[in-house]
């Protein structure tokens, strides 16, 4: 039982060649997929690809900035107005006037507008701005809600579009009327003389820094006083969005009498924020926005003033949060969209300036996740691709191989196989693999074959060849005994059907032995008695095999010969472990004995007998002994 389980085990373990040539590509495949998959990981090509986006869109977030920064610090550069128009109320008050009977009315207020209108138009030329406005006033503005003050309010709608000669491209917005006739300039259709006074937000873009001064005196330069608007607005009956900067007039003496200003529409500003370059087919964002925290805290507020964006809803005024990974930018929300945003300063205040405390302005370029990691993305899928195809095609090179491989040892195998059932005497046909071992292998077993036919045909051939009658029988463990043609007409038997064990022909040959005193053999169809058992010479053989055979050790499977003369030819007796080829000589007997193993009795005058003719045709018996 254990024997058997051995055998079951070991046919479970057995494996076509096609499969384990295949399962040891397979596995070299494998093996390869994971160390690319593992170099992949261990290199942090995602991360690096990811962050290499990030780089790329601060760098260009820096470059927007450090211009956007440029146009208005140059913007709010009003020196050259300022000194213009305290040069003319100086003027002014030289002749007669005061400084508060300039700023009370419109038209108090005219003259000092004709002195200044012409610089006012080179600063709108010069500054690439929108707008510039001059308000007037000397006392608290809050006091004046519901009325209006003086104003120049000057504005060019394209500030790109070359200039005109005729200034046919500037609208007054508020201006008095004698300064209107003499400049020779539109109006807009919401112009009034002077700007209304709401009390509300809307006046905070003058109110701001001119409050602010008076406050303190004006102890400080008018510019340390200016202030960007840290929301957009529109004037009033205007729907266009804009934000200014504005800083105080302070006369000599201390006197704030006043603001001057210059103002950029938001459509303006987002021409200058163009987010088709943020990569990504546009779904970027400009924010120009404000906050009271800066890069080095771990999450920002900040407010936007101004955002360039594809998507209108995201232009709208709002407040976002970014959470910081590093100075540069960090993580944000969009309409539930996860975005990064590339956070640089903007360094449009001194460090004195009242304003520049708590309002840090800040340039913000955000793009969403899954665009400016789109990249990133697509290279991993295309990795993915790329690993399953390389799959693909190495299981399809594995199954190509390996069926090449087997193929011929598989074509060899089932020729070998085939032979088994060739009519004896045949030799195998083994066709050519083109591969060197098999070949030789082939050309190893047709040998073998071909040797293999010309020992078991020799016994028979000898029998044949032999002028005296002789009759032969061979046992072999595991096998059908197989004897002459004429064993058991020579023992006056007869043949029995089928095949015998040698079980049952060791029986057979007892009882011939035990229960027969004489038996006789034919010869030329007449039988000759041999006389008493143990007289005889044929049955002493017998009882010298039958006593070899008793003694004999089951497990040896050595093939047993043993040939029986006619007695009418041969009165010798028998001659153990002798050659059926060669019995003549003492070498040919050893031969024999060592190659087959087996024991032959044979009649010792053999070597006077003449030889037959050899037949070529063998024994159809012995054939079917031999094939099974």
Not at 550 to 566: C, L, T
Request: charged share 25%.
């Amino acid at each position: 039982m254990h024997i058997k389980r051995e055998n079951e085990t070991e046919k479970e373990r057995e494996r076509s060649v096609f499969s384990t040539v295949f399962l040891a590509l397979v596995a070299v495949l494998a093996v390869e997929i994971a160390m690319l998959l593992l170099s992949f990981t261990l290199s942090g090509f995602p991360s690096r690809l990811n962050s290499n986006a990030e780089q790329i869109l601060d760098k260009q977030v820096v470059n927007r900035a450090a211009y956007i920064s440029g146009q208005l610090i140059e913007a709010q550069d009003l020196s050259d107005l300022d000194s213009a128009v305290n040069r003319a109320a100086a003027q002014l008050v030289q002749e007669g006037e005061t400084v508060a009977s300039l700023t009370s009315s419109n038209e108090k207020s005219t003259p000092l507008f004709d002195e200044v209108s012409g610089q006012m138009v080179r600063t709108l030329r010069e500054k690439n701005v929108t707008g510039v406005y001059i308000v007037l006033h000397t006392g608290e503005i809050s006091r004046t809600a519901g009325g209006s003050l003086p104003c120049l309010y000057l504005r060019d709608l394209d500030p790109s579009a070359p200039a005109s000669v005729t200034n046919d491209d500037l609208l007054f917005e508020h201006a008095p009327a004698a300064v209107m006739r003499r400049m020779s300039i539109s109006t807009s259709e919401n112009w009034e003389p002077g700007i209304p006074v709401t009390g509300g937000a809307q006046d905070d873009f003058f109110r701001l820094p001119y409050d602010r001064a008076r406050e303190d005196g004006g102890i400080q330069n008018a510019a340390d006083y200016g202030r960007w608007s840290t929301e957009s607005y529109t004037l009033a009956g205007d729907s266009r969005p804009v934000i200014s900067y504005t800083q105080p007039l302070i006369y000599p003496d201390g006197t704030v009498y006043g603001v001057i200003g210059v103002e950029l529409l938001t459509r303006y500003v987002q021409s200058l924020l163009p987010y088709s370059e943020l990569q990504n087919d546009g779904f970027g964002a400009y924010l120009l926005a404000r906050s009271p925290d800066t890069t080095q805290d771990s999450s920002m507020t900040l407010h936007r003033v101004v955002t360039s964006a594809a998507d209108s809803d995201r232009s709208q005024s709002g407040v976002f949060a970014v959470d910081m990974q590093s100075e540069s930018g960090g993580w944000t929300r969009f309409d539930g969209w996860r975005c990064y945003a590339s956070v640089v300063p903007l360094s449009l205040y001194s460090r004195n300036a009242p304003f520049s405390e708590g309002s840090h302005w800040m340039l913000v370029g955000t793009v969403s996740t899954t665009r400016l990691f789109a990249f990133s993305r697509s290279a991993q899928e295309w990795l993915v691709i790329t690993i399953l195809l390389t799959v693909l095609v190495g299981l399809l090179g594995c199954l190509f191989s390996s069926r090449r491989l087997a193929g011929p040892i598989t074509r060899l195998s089932d020729e070998v196989a085939a032979s088994a059932k060739l009519a004896p005497g045949n030799l195998p046909r083994l066709s050519r693999t083109g591969i060197a071992e098999l070949d030789r292998f082939a050309a190893a077993f047709t040998d073998l074959s071909r040797s293999i036919i010309n020992t078991s045909t020799r016994f028979q051939r000898i029998i044949d060849m032999a002028s005296v009658k002789l009759a032969g029988y061979e046992l072999r463990k595991g096998a059908p005994v197989y004897t002459t043609d004429n064993f058991f007409a020579m023992l006056g038997l007869k043949e029995p059907e089928g095949e015998l064990s040698p079980h049952d022909f060791e029986k057979l040959i007892e009882r011939i032995v035990t229960e027969q005193e004489n038996f006789g053999l034919p010869d030329g169809g007449n039988q000759r008695a041999l006389g008493e058992v143990q007289n005889a010479p044929h049955d002493a053989a017998f009882h010298q095999y039958l006593r070899h055979r008793q003694n004999q050790d089951r497990k040896d499977d050595r093939a047993d010969h043993v040939v029986y003369p006619g007695l009418n030819e041969a009165r010798g007796a028998s001659l153990r472990g002798g050659d059926a080829e060669d019995v003549g000589g003492p070498d040919g007997s050893d031969q024999h004995a060592n190659e087959r193993g087996g024991n032959v009795a044979v009649n010792e005058r053999f070597n006077d007998v003449p030889p037959l003719e050899r037949r070529d045709d063998d024994n159809p018996k012995r054939q079917k002994h031999e094939q099974a």
